[in-house]
C-alpha cells in the first residue's frame, strides 16, 4: 500500500515519521540515502538529536548506493556526503554505519556485494528505508530497466542520471558512471519505506511510480508491490497525479486504480 503525503514541509513530516521509528525501536535499522532531497530532513533530525529528543545511538544504517571508484575521502563521495550533511552531528556509532565500498576492486564487487546483503540480513534487516527518485524513476541507483528481485551490485548510471548528476560537480566528464547499489529486491525487502521528492522535474517520476502500471521502465513503480510505503512530497512532485476525487470515481467503477492508494493534501 502506497500512502501518498502532499506537504509544503516535507522536512517535518519525514522527520517526525523517522523519528516515530527509532522512538518505538531504539536499535532500528535504517537504510538512507544521499542527495539534494533528503538534506533538509537531515537537518531536522539533527535539530532534533542535538536537543536531546532523539537517539541514533544504538541504530544501526545501510546507504542505498556509492559511486565507484571512488575513495570514501573524496569530497563526492556519498560518504562525505553523509558525514557532512547527518553523521558528523549526531550521536551514531561510527561502527554502525554501512556505505558500499566505492574502492573496492572491480574483481571483488560481486564477493562485496554479497557481504552488503549478509550486513542487511545479520543487522535485522531494514526496518525504514529512505529513498529520493530520479527524474527517470530510479530508486537507489537501480536505473530503468532494473529487474525487480534485484540485489546490491555494480551498475552502470544513464546518460539522464549523470546529466542530473552534473550539478555537484565543477565538469560534466567528473561525474562517475558507475556505483555500487542496493537492489529493488533489496529495498522491497525493508519493512517500511519513506519515499521523498521535490520539485517539478520529479512530477512525472511520481505519477509513473505512484499510478503507472508496475513495469521495470519505472523502477520506482516496484513500489505498488509493498505493503508499507509512504511517499512524502510537494505540491510540485505532485502536479501530474489525478485529484483525489477521480481516484475515488476511478474506484468506483472498478477502472483499475489500486484501491489501496490513499492521497492526503
Ligand atoms: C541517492 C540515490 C538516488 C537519489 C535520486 C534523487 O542515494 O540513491 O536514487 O535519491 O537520484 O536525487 P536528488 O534527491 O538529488 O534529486
Known amino acids: 500500500m502506497i500512502t501518498t503525503i502532499i506537504t509544503d514541509d516535507i522536512a517535518s513530516y519525514a522527520a517526525q515519521l523517522i523519528g516515530e521509528q527509532l522512538r518505538a525501536k531504539p536499535k532500528s535499522v535504517l537504510g538512507l540515502a544521499t542527495g539534494s532531497t533528503p538534506i533538509s530532513v537531515y537537518d531536522r533530525l539533527i535539530e532534533m538529536v542535538q536537543c536531546d529528543t532523539l ?10 548506493d556509492e559511486y565507484h571508484p571512488i575513495q570514501a575521502e573524496d569530497p563526492q563521495s556519498y560518504m562525505s556526503f553523509m558525514r557532512e550533511h547527518l553523521f558528523d552531528h549526531i550521536d551514531i556509532d561510527k561502527m554502525n554505519i554501512h556505505i ?121 513503480s516496484a513500489l505498488q508491490l509493498h505493503r508499507a510505503v509512504t511517499v512524502v512530497i510537494d505540491a510540485n512532485a505532485a502536479a501530474l497525479l489525478m485529484p483525489v476525487t477521480a481516484v475515488l470515481e476511478a474506484d468506483e467503477t472498478n477502472l483499475g486504480i489500486q484501491d489501496e492508494h490513499h492521497i492526503w493534501w
Open 100 to 220: 558500499p565500498n566505492g574502492m573496492v576492486p572491480a574483481e571483488d564487487v560481486a564477493d562485496f556485494a554479497i557481504q552488503y546483503e549478509k550486513a542487511i540480513g545479520d543487522a535485522g534487516g531494514i526496518d525504514l528505508q529512505v529513498l529520493g527518485i530520479g527524474s527517470n524513476g530510479h530508486i537507489a541507483f537501480n536505473e530503468p530497466p532494473s529487474e525487480f528481485d534485484s540485489r546490491t551490485r555494480y551498475v552502470s548510471l544513464t546518460d539522464q542520471t549523470i546529466a542530473d548528476n552534473a550539478r555537484f560537480f565543477e565538469r560534466r566528464e567528473d561525474v562517475p558512471i558507475h556505483a555500487i547499489t542496493m537492489g529493488i529486491g533489496t529495498i522491497l525487502a525493508a519493512r517500511r519505506i519513506l519515499m521523498l521528492a521535490t520539485g517539478p522535474t520529479k512530477a512525472m517520476a511520481i505519477k509513473n511510480a505512484i499510478e503507472g502500471s508496475v513495469s521495470t521502465a519505472c523502477p520506482a
Open 55 to 64: 537517539s541514533f545511538k544504538n541504530v544501526v544504517t545501510f546507504n542505498l
